[in-house]
T-cell receptor, first 109, second 117 residues
């Protein structure tokens, strides 16, 4: 079965420092990968998806099929980036998302 | 943008009673809706996939007779927790997928916190 692994439960970085949230997946095919973010007391929202290859709020993520990874990166963390980040996988268009356990990012001033 | 609402946002009920949670897509039609459960400081666990006009597909380990899901229209899905017990206390989140060709984005509701006493 497909699985998404986020090895870090909590990641604390100083403001202005680079951030990398790790995500690995297990699936033999070509899934779609997503990053979702949940700010305090807000609903889950899409941050970015690998097929769009865009940068949102300074975050980027590159799908590495060889390493089955989809790490989320930002060169300079901001305090407002503090949130819960979930990596998710989707096998095909109409299948449900499979979520990792999430990583809480805390950006320290 | 697409908005998904849930009602109620929180509910407290006594053990043995049933609770209904509504999930609505406010400005789009959703052929498919998903119900998730989230325990404190844990990830979202998919409970079931709900398709308009047909029976829901439940994930392994989820009791379909306990968690009744109805998707009667393209904008409304309901989750009824029957004969609730304290262990059913959790945060329930729905998401809806827009019924548009090649549109696969899911929009999430704000969640409903259920506390069973």
């Amino acid at each position: 079965a497909q699985r998404v692994t986020q090895p870090e439960k909590l990641l604390s970085v100083f403001k202005g420092a680079p951030v990398e949230l790790k995500c690995n997946y297990s699936y033999s095919g070509s899934p779609e990968l997503f990053w979702y973010v949940q700010y305090s007391r807000q609903r889950l929202q899409l941050l970015l998806r690998h097929i769009s290859r865009e940068s949102i709020k300074g975050f980027t993520a590159d799908l590495n099929k060889g390493e089955t990874s989809f790490h989320l990166k930002k060169p300079f963390a901001q305090e407002e980036d503090s949130a819960m980040y979930y990596c998710a996988l989707q096998l095909s268009g109409n299948t449900p998302l499979v979520f990792g356990k999430g990583t809480r990012l805390s950006v320290i001033a | 943008g697409a908005v998904v609402s849930q009602h109620p946002s929180w509910v407290i009920c006594k053990s043995g009673t049933s609770v209904k949670i509504e999930c609505r897509s406010l400005d789009f039609q959703a052929t498919t809706m998903f119900w998730y459960r989230q325990f404190p400081k844990q990830s979202l666990m998919l409970m079931a996939t709900s398709n308009e006009g047909s029976k829901a597909t439940y994930e392994q380990g989820v009791e379909k007779d306990k968690f009744l899901i109805n998707h009667a229209s393209l904008t409304l899905s309901t989750l009824t927790v029957t004969s609730a017990h304290p262990e059913d206390s959790s945060f329930y989140i729905c998401s809806a997928r827009e019924s548009r060709l090649f549109s696969y984005e899911q929009y999430f509701g704000p969640g409903t916190r259920l506390t069973v006493t």
